[in-house]
């Protein structure tokens, strides 16, 4: 599977980023899934909602920043699936940086993470973007890196994105 958006949606995710930065950025990947992986047509960003309330929801000791975690609200995901499924659309992906940390997901990434959607993680250090990639599920719950694709805009040319690790 790859998941393909243009250079304007990762811009723009880059940009949300080093906005949050130190905090952790959140948003939603719109789009379709094809025969071979996920499409963007549209990025949604989001509020990091993480709170202490959240951790002690989750269990096992998390910690309640916003610089090392990311809450999407569920009423948000819900109003985002519904205005999608009026377009044809529907949420392919959840993107979130990792302040200070390669774009690798974590424990929780993977414990809280569904297998239909993509993870594309942004690895900012000291407030810049360095790299991204993407994460998929497999059969097993565990992550596995998948192609990530940007389109030049407007001539559409396709170029590969590998992560500086």
Known sequence: ??????????????????????????GLLIGRLTETGRVVSEIW??????TQEVA??????????????????????????KAARQQGLEIVGI???????WAIPSECDRRLAWPQYSYLIVSVVQGKVINAQSWALDDHHQFQSE????????RMR????IPNA
């Open 1 to 26: 599977m790859s998941l393909t958006l243009n250079r304007k949606h990762l811009d723009a995710i880059n940009h949300h980023a080093e906005r949050t930065y130190p905090d952790e950025c959140c």
């Open 45 to 50: 960003t989001t509020e990091n909602t993480w």
């Open 56 to 81: 002690d929801e989750m269990g096992d000791g998390l910690l309640a920043s916003k610089t090392r975690r990311y809450w999407i609200a569920p009423q948000e995901m819900l109003a985002v699936m």
């Open 95 to 101: 993107y979130h940086s990792h302040p200070d940390h």
């Open 147 to 154: 192609t990530l694709h940007a389109l030049e805009c407007p």
């Open 158 to 161: 396709r170029e590969s994105l």
